[in-house]
């Protein structure tokens, strides 16, 4: 297949996903521009998550090939044949990939400071002083720095989301990924994070995927809006077009319901 | 039989030389089981069958036959095959094989209590294997294991009367030579059964504190 590198940083070409015998993407092909704010919808269970774990290569691929900058993550090239990835390569990919988890995942053992500190140092080798003078710039940005000694047990969810954010900024990852970061706190806490959300999107051209059930933030942050049922791209446009004109029926009636529960859209 | 006093405070050097043959003997065979037991677990989560296969017969192997067995193929049965240890050595090859054995579980079950989101984190910072391991996965594995591994080691402090059994001249030793030299058995025996108590008892009681403070501390973290 021919890719145009600066359309299709990151491509889905025909993805298949499987546990056993559930097949929960079928034929996926979707493709993502360099420095896109693009949110993933859809009823749960419909494979969002599955997608952001491919890419964090968290989760293998049964079939299809995914590509990020024009390099196959879950392949090798082999001459003029594509083999499956081995561990090196995927380390070699992962380098350009950052991952926000719904339920933080901080290291319960390091401080605020090192949690954001201690990776790049691990796994990228820059040198302590220099991680941490980084990290300390993070905490400001995400209006954290009088909690640099604190451990997670003592933040709340809101602020521990914003030290995971900021621990995957650390890596200065090209991509990163969002995965229904709000969704474990508490509702007066939700400002706070997507407030870093809206910081990040504007103040860098990194390429963003978000899974979310904040609508009227999905609305709002993404240029682009992918509808998702049963592993499949229903629908896909900009928000506007999505939230106030969708026009598949499934997307219709995804929205009615949310907007039914009293959430809002625009 | 009637206790001599003075006969027992006479053998009291004698015997405290022979427990730091005990201590000794139980500090090596622990440093032995922390890491050949970490060795086990791991290889029993190796990615490879065979090496998973391999350990787990190993570590089945060890468990499923008594130490005093291990003990005397090491001090008797290894000198036919040409490797003559001094008696102490053997003793504690054979306790920290052993010991090793048991810890891999303690390990196991260490390792399994860090949640599957720690490793997914880890994972997604491309923190390398030897890293991971070092920086992530045994800060938080450990803790949890310590009263397990603190009451192996209080086992394996108690498993060393076994070494009297291969010449080794540790506290039991000393006491059963003492009884074949005078024909006086009470006092050497009730003295060593006393220091293994008066050791044994606050460090049963230090474990069982450290275990309320970490479940303590647990539900905390919730
Ligand atoms: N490890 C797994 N083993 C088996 N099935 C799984 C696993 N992970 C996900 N699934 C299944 O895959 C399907 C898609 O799951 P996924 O988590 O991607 O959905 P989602 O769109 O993120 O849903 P939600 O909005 O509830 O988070 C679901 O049917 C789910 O049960
Ligand atoms: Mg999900």
New interface residues.
Partial sequence: MVLDTKRDFIVFDRVEKRFGELVVLKDLSLSIAKGEKVSLIGPSGSGKTTILRIL???ESIQGGHVYIDGEPLWHMRQNDDLVPANEAHL?KM??Q???V?Q?F?????MTALENIS??PQ???GVDKASSEKRARELLDMVGLSDKEASYP?QLSGGQKQRIAIA??LA?EPKILLFDEVTSALDPELVEDVLNVLRDIGRSTDTTMLLVTHEMSFAHEFSNRVFFFDEGRVIEEGPPDNIFTTPKEERTQAFLKKIIAAGMRID | MNWDWSYAFSLIPRILEGLTITLQATVLATVMAAFVGLVFALGKRSQNRVVRWAFYWVVEFIRRTPVLVQMYFVFFVLPRLGVTLPALVSGVLALGLHTSAYMSEVYRAGIESVPKGQWEAARALNIPPLRLWIDIVLPQALPPMIPAAGNYVMMLFKETALLSTITVLDMMGTARVIGNETYRYFEPITLVGLIYLVISLPAAMSIRFMEEKISRNKKMLR
């Fill in positions: 964090m290569t968290l380390r992962r380098k990939i950052g991952m988890f339920h995942n901080l290291f319960p053992h201690k990776p691990l796994s990228l047990s621990r995957a890596m």
